[in-house]
C-alpha cells in the first residue's frame, strides 16, 4: 500500500482507534467454527479508544473523543498487565463489547478508521463484533480501504526506520512519555491522530511543520 500526497483531501471526518487487550492471540476463524456449540469464545479487548478528526480548512481539528473499558470475560495475560496496566478486577463492572458495540459502529459512522499497524486493530474489531453475533465469524465489520495505516505511511516516508507506535512519535518529536508509564487506548488513538497529520504534511510538502498540537472543541 502506498499513499498519494492528497489522500486525506477527500475526507472531512476521520476516526482514530486504538484497543487495548488481554495479550491472547484473536482465534483463527476456522478454529472457532469447529469447537463445541456450547464453547464461548473469550473477549480480547479490554479498552477502546476514539478520536473524531474533523476537517477545518485545510488543516484538521479534534472533535469528540470516546474511552471505554470492556469486561473480556476472560483471563490477562500477566505481560499485558506489565503494558497497559489493566487489572481484571478493574473490569468486573466493565460492559461487555456486545453492550457498546452499537455506540461503536455509531462512533466510527462511514468515516476511514485511522489506527497505527491496522490490521490488528482491525482483527479485534472483526472478533468482537463477530462475537457479540453482529457478523458472522470470518467475516469483517469494515472494509480494509476503510483503514488509513500510520505505520505503513510511516514506513513510506521513512523506510528502514523502527515502526513501533513510540519510534514514530519520537522521530516525528511528538511527546511519547506518557507511554513509558503505561499505554492506553485514547492515548495511543490520540496520539495516533496526531501522527498522521505530520505524516500527511511531510508527504505533501516534504516537512511536518504544523504545531504539535491542536484546538479542540
Known amino acids: 500500500m502506498s499513499y498519494a500526497a492528497d489522500f486525506l483531501d477527500s ?7 486504538d484497543a487495548e487487550t488481554t495479550g491472547k492471540r484473536t482465534p483463527d476463524a476456522d478454529f472457532i467454527k469447529k469447537q463445541p456449540f456450547a464453547w464461548r469464545p473469550p473477549g ?10 474533523l476537517r477545518e480548512g485545510d488543516g484538521w481539528r479534534k472533535g469528540e473523543s470516546w474511552l471505554s473499558l470492556i469486561n473480556p470475560d476472560g ?9 497497559h496496566g489493566i487489572k481484571p478486577n478493574d473490569l468486573k463492572k466493565a460492559p461487555r463489547f456486545g453492550e457498546i ?38 467475516e469483517s465489520a469494515y472494509a480494509n480501504e476503510r483503514f488509513i495505516c500510520t505505520q505503513l505511511l510511516y514506513a513510506q516516508l521513512y523506510p528502514g526506520a523502527a515502526k513501533s507506535l513510540t519510534a514514530m ?21 490520540d496520539m495516533t491522530a496526531d501522527a498522521l497529520i505530520l505524516l500527511e504534511q511531510e508527504l505533501k510538502h516534504g516537512s511536518a511543520e504544523t504545531p504539535r498540537s491542536w484546538s479542540t472543541d
Open 44 to 53: 480480547i479487548m479490554i479498552e477502546v479508544g476514539f478520536v473524531e478528526m
Open 101 to 138: 458495540a452499537e455506540r461503536v459502529r455509531g462512533f466510527i459512522g462511514d468515516s476511514p478508521i485511522v489506527a497505527h499497524a491496522y490490521r490488528n486493530e482491525r482483527g479485534f474489531l472483526d472478533y468482537e463484533y463477530a462475537r457479540a453475533k453482529m457478523i458472522a465469524w470470518g
Open 75 to 83: 483471563p490477562i495475560e500477566p505481560a499485558a498487565i506489565k503494558v
Open 11 to 17: 475526507h472531512n471526518r476521520l476516526v482514530a482507534f
Open 169 to 189: 512519535c519520537d522521530r516525528l518529536v511528538l511527546d511519547s512519555s506518557e507511554r513509558d508509564v503505561k499505554h492506553g487506548a485514547l492515548l495511543d488513538a
